[in-house]
């Protein structure tokens, strides 16, 4: 990316049994909320894209794919 300051969200887990609840929601308001503060340009994350929840709870969240990579093997 071309801006700066960036920041990277590194890891965000909610406990299984409080998902779906709205808590992971919030606490990625208040994460940006503090880097807006603090004058943070953009914000990167990788997320678990074999976790199936993960892809779409980003892109609720306004997140897009800044790259994507594919890879081919065999599978056996």
Do not use: K, Q
């Amino acid at each position: 990316i071309r801006v700066a300051p960036a920041a990277y969200l590194m890891c965000g887990i909610v406990a299984m049994d409080a998902r779906s609840g709205g808590v992971g929601a919030a606490l990625v308001r208040r994460v940006h909320a503090e880097l807006d503060e603090a004058g943070v340009e953009a914000t990167l994350l990788h997320y678990a894209a074999t976790n199936p929840l993960s892809g779409p709870f980003w892109g609720r969240c306004g997140y897009r794919p800044l790259l994507t990579a594919w890879g081919s093997g065999t599978v056996g």
